[in-house]
């Protein structure tokens, strides 16, 4: 019975998918061509000073994107500074230094890593005009950089990558924002809470005193989802019945967070001229996503370890209401994003479930990514597995009529170093540097052993991904951590934007050179499997050492 449940889920998900796929990716890919401007849009453009009919450089391209992303480090990090002066604030007062950081860095880098209670941190205002805008704007940034890439893919010697400034207001006025409003609105319908009541004492049936939080929830809720940013208004996420009450609305925020994902390629294939080359690149991501649900599936149904044993279930940390399929459709989708929403504890799983969200963030976020970035790592992906097979085969390597020469290959290679290299390191200094070791056993870890391994490795993972779920039994709320960790996420996120976007203007810099015999189809099925092989087989040799350490040693006692 688990099974078919477990293959109706996936029906359901993909045939709505299915139906959007086209649609949604042709609609993106109008927003980004479209020659013609919105009024609304060109006041926009005299108010900043932008001629959106002006084409950047990579260069200029990725000063726009760092500019304007620091500009939002600061504006976050002062709300929150501030908070006991503004309004709605709850009487709440300012977060510290450290964790002030943490938060502005987590959220312009749509990873939103939360170290704090939300309800308990964070007044309305901090909530909807820091958080909720930079859930808008993050997610926009990471599609602009996309298109950008896509654009040195199909374009003949222009050395231009379009105009950030008109990607970035485009992305978020004409994709993020309305859609979110739907989704707000459906939310709300169906139980999600929108007020501004602050905190409520009531009386409960045995007479204690309960305080129950409400906030503006289904509007931050939508975009926290559909943006796959993650940071949930109330501490226990979308696991809070206020923010995901049923199966319906669980159901439905799996189909907001691989809306835009799953539909990209559709966009990416229009954009460069070959549908064909969309389809491979989905094929993958779905490839990858259903091989990872059926494994999480598989592995919490089985219940293996002392405890589901005996319980007869692995139902410790999952919401009765959701029950575990609900539970690892929603962490295989939230973690094969970069959303990092959690309608369960992932922490509580078995060590071997566990460590199957920690795999999806591990393969670069590729099943099927978060918005943006879930395509752009897929195609530098594609793009290095070219490589390896003229080198195996003798063929030219060539991706879309654009030369894959020691510049192109060096910048790639950097990019999937990044992530390993960042996670590696920030584990390794937790527990090398004696001072931090002995504050990390003394107030961080709770779990001792190799699952505390486990935790701090799943939180590198998670900061270096931009994904921000994590193993709850870990106390991040540290100077250390949130330091490194806010560190990790800044790094994390834009050193990987800047070798896309060098790359994106190093192919726009070229001519295309026309197929021939020794050219690599790159939309057959023979290349969805090289290209599945690669992803899976980098992630293996890189990080195998560390999981044998923790999650494998955990699972397999």
């Known amino acids: 019975m688990e099974v078919v449940f477990a293959i109706l889920s996936l029906l359901t998900v993909a045939v709505v998918l299915v139906a959007l796929h086209r649609p949604f990716g042709d609609y993106m890919a109008w927003v980004y061509t479209s020659s013609k401007d919105w009024k609304f849009e060109r006041g926009v453009y005299r108010l900043i000073g932008v001629d959106p009919s002006s084409e950047q450089t990579w260069q200029a391209y990725l000063r726009s994107v760092l500019a304007f992303s620091a500009v939002g480090v600061l504006f976050v990090y002062l709300l929150q500074r501030t908070q006991q002066w503004l309004p709605y604030s709850l009487g709440l007062p300012a977060p510290s230094e450290h964790l002030s950081f943490n938060t502005a860095a987590s959220f312009v880098a749509n990873t939103n890593w939360q170290s704090y209670s939300p309800?308990?941190?964070?007044?309305?205002?901090?909530?909807?005009?820091?958080?909720?805008?930079?859930?808008?704007?993050?997610?926009?940034?990471?599609?602009?950089?996309?298109?950008?890439?896509?654009?040195?893919?199909?374009?003949?010697?222009?050395?231009?990558?379009?105009?950030?400034?008109?990607?970035?207001?485009?992305?978020?006025?004409?994709?993020?924002?309305?859609?979110?409003?739907?989704?707000?609105?459906?939310?709300?319908?169906?139980?999600?809470?929108?007020?501004?009541?602050?905190?409520?004492?009531?009386?409960?049936?045995?007479?204690?005193?309960?305080?129950?939080?409400?906030?503006?929830?289904?509007?931050?809720e939508a975009i926290k989802i559909f943006g796959t940013n993650g940071g949930g208004f109330f501490n226990a996420n979308s696991a809070h019945p206020f923010e995901n009450p049923n199966i319906w609305t669980n159901l439905f925020q799996v189909l907001l967070m691989l809306a835009i994902p799953f539909s990209l390629p559709?966009?990416?294939?229009?954009?460069?001229?070959?549908?064909?080359?969309?389809?491979?690149?989905?094929?993958?991501?779905?490839?990858l996503y259903i091989a990872s649900f059926a494994i999480l599936t598989s592995v919490e149904s089985a219940g293996m370890g002392t405890a589901p044993t005996a319980a007869g279930s692995a139902m410790e940390g999952k919401e009765q209401r959701f029950g575990i399929l609900g539970s690892t459709l929603f962490a295989t989708t939230s973690t094969g994003t970069s959303t990092g929403a959690v309608n369960s504890m992932h922490d509580s799983y078995t060590a071997l479930g566990?460590?199957?969200?920690?795999?999806?963030?591990?393969?670069?976020?590729?099943?099927?990514?978060?918005?943006?970035?879930?395509?752009?790592?897929?195609?530098?992906?594609?793009?290095?597995?070219?490589?390896?097979?003229?080198?195996?085969?003798?063929?030219?390597?060539?991706?879309?009529?654009?030369?894959?020469?020691?510049?192109?290959?060096?910048?790639?290679?950097?990019?999937?170093?990044?992530?390993?290299?960042?996670?590696?390191?920030?584990?390794a200094l937790s527990f090398a540097i004696p001072g931090i070791?002995?504050?990390?056993?003394?107030?961080?870890?709770?779990?001792?052993?190799?699952?505390?391994?486990?935790?701090?490795?799943?939180?590198?993972?998670?900061?270096?991904?931009?994904?921000?779920?994590?193993?709850?039994?870990?106390?991040?709320n540290t100077p250390w951590l949130n330091t490194s960790l806010g560190v990790v996420i800044l790094i994390g996120r834009f050193l990987p934007m800047v070798l896309v976007l060098a790359l994106a203007g190093s192919f726009a810099a070229q001519d295309k050179v026309p197929s021939t015999a020794g050219t690599l189809p790159t939309h057959r099925p023979q290349f969805v499997s090289l290209l599945t092989g690669v992803s899976v087989l980098i992630t293996a040799i890189t990080f195998f050492p560390v999981l044998a350490l923790g999650p494998l040693a955990e699972g397999l006692v």
């Open 119 to 220: 309800e308990l941190t964070l007044g309305y205002t901090v909530q909807f005009a820091a958080l909720t805008v930079q859930n808008f704007v993050s997610a926009a940034v990471g599609i602009a950089v996309a298109i950008a890439l896509i654009r040195g893919l199909a374009a003949r010697r222009s050395g231009t990558l379009g105009n950030f400034w008109v990607d970035l207001i485009r992305g978020t006025l004409r994709i993020l924002l309305p859609i979110s409003v739907v989704a707000a609105l459906g939310l709300l319908i169906a139980g999600v809470v929108q007020n501004f009541n602050g905190f409520t004492e009531v009386t409960t049936i045995a007479g204690a005193t309960q305080t129950i939080p409400g906030g503006p929830v289904a509007s931050q």
């Open 266 to 287: 559709r966009t990416f294939g229009r954009m460069v001229g070959d549908r064909r080359q969309g389809i491979a690149i989905v094929s993958v991501m779905a490839t």
């Open 354 to 427: 566990g460590m199957l969200p920690m795999l999806n963030m591990m393969l670069g976020e590729i099943s099927p990514g978060g918005v943006g970035s879930g395509l752009y790592a897929l195609l530098v992906l594609a793009i290095i597995s070219v490589f390896i097979a003229g080198l195996l085969i003798g063929r030219t390597p060539e991706y879309l009529g654009k030369k894959i020469g020691p510049k192109e290959i060096k910048l790639a290679s950097l990019y999937i170093l990044v992530m390993p290299t960042l996670v590696l390191t920030g584990v």
């Open 437 to 476: 070791r002995e504050d990390m056993e003394a107030t961080s870890i709770w779990n001792p052993g190799v699952h505390g391994l486990s935790e701090v490795l799943y939180a590198f993972t998670s900061a270096a991904n931009n994904n921000g779920s994590a193993f709850a039994g870990l106390t991040a």
